[in-house]
């Protein structure tokens, strides 16, 4: 059909990435069919290109777009209706930067729904977004009661015998009774899944037979990922694809569980120059990723592109998938990967004060959302732990480092060295909320704590393992985090030494216990409440197979260690002592805070000096809240941090008259019992052991 002639820009709308000509890009249906609005300021010409719905090469009308305001080009046509299949061409000058190519056919960056008709050829699809949500709401769990369960959509259900095989691996799986019924045992209330946006496999993995199973790859920032709908929804097509995700959304909500999605707006699946074509290179490359002069790009995610949130349409671009999926998918949170990438500016360096940023917290379209920063990426000046600013929550890596060091490296360290490197206190700050890496105003919460996530070991391999052993992934052994702070107590990987597997269930209920009980949101990895192994694979993002799908057949040890689990989650629920929402402050009363003092093994309390004395590493942690919705709470928490067993006196609190035993990481079971201590009283405490208190 015709060629679009080029108009200059409209120069009425303002700048910014809240400028209205960028309001209702992709398509929207109205009487008579539907518009669609695409963004790019190098084109020189955008078609739209329909195409059959089923031999997707058969193009069977194309249309030209129009530039308007704000270089949006736009057609309107009664050819886009739910099931129609559709891609765009675009043409521009071959200046530095530009990658045009009018043979491509290219993905809409807003599309609902994609098909494929093979190998890197993708058609985007209207669909039907229609759904009944019966009532149902988004459940609003509390940031303090939050505790986040990060699972795999495919991993969590492939192998479950109470899910029926047709629902293995999907969507509706998830959602099933059985697994709800394990998210309400276990006392986690956020499912965070690792990505569900449309994603594809490199290249490179495919010719090792390899695939990319975490999705950290995504095509397109709307499209659910259709291969983890049910086969029925995928023969229906996308509309079905979209329907789904919205049905167990919906059934998570009715049972109180929210939903998170792991997110990768940092990067796309088109890779570095000379990648794949299918999108935002090819629609306007010079915008859309970041670059030099020369069109040479910089790379700061470590995967080939970055997206440049510098320019305001690709800024815009996140801040839509963010309302669509909060909105229309009713998601409760987003975790956003190597999101320091998405904060830099025009120059690519972070700044908190990003546009994009601070429209993401505070956004009416996403009013109560959880948002979470993987506070970092690769390039200069990517380490941003605590510098997000008021609104946001950030995975909190030297809580991860600090914690793996104290109950791992330096027990690992003591062994060599007869002591350990370091003294307490880094790990009592992590303990009480991180106070050294958030401000005041953003408070514990604005912690993420974690010690595994989906990259790195599992919970079972960090106390097994003392390297990575990455071989099957096809990299001889170079790809994966070389410092884990791992320890495997003795031997390497699987052993029948029932001493060291004694020592490495007692570490993982101590890294546990450390995680649950700690100030700021938990965040455990699924498989880690029954101890899973990748065989000491630090990086399974290759491997779609048992090796990374949850094995749901348990031994003793493993439905004790998930009793365990279940006891802490509930002990945190119970007691708000551990969960304040603000940091105290010294000789005032603070709401919601928890006043928090420290005594060593004697019952008095800590000195400088012990903090800091690597010969030192017990104390007892006494916090007492001061509640603004709940009762007074206080707990006891004793933590010894050597292989030495040591006998703890119980300190004297003003107005404490007994202490009530609530949990210890020594126990292979948790006990029932709550045994009464007296203040005073002698507690033997175990090597390297926990143990719980509710002071009263």
Not at 253 to 277: F, K
Not at 372 to 384: F, K, N, R
Not at 469 to 490: C, I, K, P, W, Y
Not at 620 to 633: G, I, L, R
Request: some cysteine.
């Amino acid at each position: 059909m015709g060629i679009a002639l080029t108009a200059p820009a409209d120069p009425v709308h303002p700048p910014g990435l809240l400028n209205p000509a960028f309001d209702d890009l992709g398509v929207r249906l109205h009487d008579g069919g539907g518009t669609l609005r695409v963004w790019s300021q190098n084109a020189e010409a955008i078609e739209l290109v329909i195409c059959d719905e089923v031999d997707l090469d058969w193009v069977t009308d194309t249309l030209p777009l129009h530039r308007g305001a704000g270089d949006v080009w736009e057609v309107t046509t009664d050819l886009l209706r739910p099931g129609s299949r559709y891609a765009l061409r675009v043409s521009g000058s071959p200046a530095a930067g530009n990658t045009f190519n009018p043979a491509t056919l290219l993905i809409d960056p807003y599309a609902r729904g994609l098909v494929s008709g093979g190998f890197g050829d993708w058609r985007a699809t209207v669909v039907d977004e229609a759904f009944d949500w019966g009532g149902v709401v988004k459940p609003a769990v509390p940031l303090d009661r939050t505790v986040i369960y990060e699972g795999h959509v495919k991993g969590l259900t492939k192998r479950h015998p109470a899910v029926p095989p047709a629902l293995h691996g999907t969507y509706a799986g998830l959602a099933h009774p059985a697994m709800i019924e394990h998210f309400h045992a276990l006392g986690v209330t956020t499912i965070e899944l690792l990505p569900i946006h449309a994603f594809a496999s490199e290249p490179r993995l495919l010719q090792l037979g390899l695939d990319n199973y975490w999705g950290y790859n995504t095509l397109n920032f709307f499209t659910p990922h259709a291969a983890y709908a049910t086969a029925e929804a995928r023969r229906e097509g996308p509309s079905a694809v979209l329907r789904e995700v919205k049905g167990m959304v919906r059934l998570l909500h009715e049972a109180g569980l929210e939903v998170i999605l792991d997110v990768v707006y940092n990067h796309t699946a088109e890779e570095g120059l000379g990648g794949p074509r299918s999108s935002l290179r090819g629609i306007d490359n010079r915008h859309y990723y970041r670059q030099q002069e020369d069109g040479a790009y910089i790379d700061v995610t470590g995967c080939g592109n970055s997206l440049n949130t510098a320019t305001d349409a690709a800024a815009r671009l996140v801040l839509d998938s963010m309302r669509y999926w909060a909105t229309e998918v009713q998601i409760d949170g987003f975790r956003l990967d190597l999101a320091a990438t998405l904060g830099r500016d025009e120059t690519h360096r972070f700044t908190p004060e990003h546009p994009l940023l601070r429209t993401i917290v505070t956004d009416p379209q996403l009013a109560g959302v959880k948002t979470i920063a993987e506070p970092w990426d690769v390039g200069m000046g990517g380490w941003q732990t605590g510098n997000f600013g008021a609104g946001w929550h950030e995975w909190n890596d030297r809580y991860r480092d600090r914690v793996r060091n104290f109950w791992l490296s330096d027990v690992d360290y003591a062994r060599r060295a007869s002591t350990a490197p370091v003294g307490i206190g880094g790990f009592a700050t992590r303990l009480a909320g991180s106070s050294n890496t958030f401000s005041e105003e953003r408070g514990p919460l604005a912690s993420i704590n974690f010690v595994t996530a989906h990259d790195g070991f599992t919970l079972h391999d960090l106390v097994s393992y003392d390297v990575k052993h990455n071989l099957g992934n096809g990299e001889q052994n170079r790809d994966g985090a070389d410092t884990n702070r791992s320890f495997n107590h003795g031997a390497e990987g699987v052993t029948s030494d029932p001493r060291i597997l004694a020592t490495r269930r007692k570490a993982m209920r101590n890294l546990l216990g450390t995680l649950l009980l700690s100030a700021g949101i938990p965040m455990m990895t699924a498989g880690d409440e029954f101890g899973r192994t990748q065989r000491g694979n630090n990086n399974a993002y290759c491997h779609d197979s048992a090796l990374t799908w949850l094995d749901w057949n348990h031994e003793p040890w493993q439905r004790d260690l998930m009793a365990h689990v279940r006891r802490l989650t509930d002990l945190r629920r119970e007691n708000p002592a551990l969960r304040p929402i603000r940091f105290a402050r010294p000789d005032e009363t603070t709401p919601s805070a928890s006043v928090m003092d420290w005594y060593d093994e004697n019952g008095e309390m800590m000195s400088g000096e012990r903090w800091t004395n690597p010969a030192h590493r017990t104390l007892q942690y006494a916090a007492a809240s001061t509640p603004e919705t709940e009762a007074f709470n206080r707990i006891l928490l004793i933590v010894h941090g050597n292989e030495r067993p040591i006998d703890v006196a119980l300190p004297a609190i003003e107005g404490v008259t007994r202490f009530v035993s609530l949990w210890s990481s020594a126990e292979e079971a948790p006990s029932p019992a709550e045994p009464v201590h007296t203040p005073g009283e002698i507690i033997p405490m175990p090597a390297t052991s926990m143990h719980l208190f509710r002071a009263e």
